[in-house]
C-alpha cells in the first residue's frame, strides 16, 4: 500500500492494466466513506506502488460511486474498471 494512503483504509478492489504497471484502488475509510487512488509501478521502483494523482481525498458514500468518480477521472484504465 502507497504512504499516501492512511493504514486505516481497507482497499476493496485493485483495478490493474494487464501490463500491471498501472492500477486504481478503491478502499473504505473506518468513518464509512469510500475512496479512489490511481497508481503506477515501475521496475526502477522495484515493483512498488506509487500514486500518481490525488484522488483519495475525495470522498464518496458507496463504492460504486467511487467506481463511477474513478472511470472518469482515469479514462486510460477504463477496461480493467469494467471488470
Known sequence: MSARLDRSWTVLVSHQTSEADRCVDIFWRPEGSFGFEELRRDPEDT????????????????????????KQAVPRLGSPLDR
Open 47 to 70: 515493483g512498488a506502488w506509487t500514486p500518481i494523482a490525488f484522488f483519495s481525498g475525495r470522498e464518496f458514500s458507496t463504492e460504486d460511486e467511487a467506481t463511477v468518480a474513478a
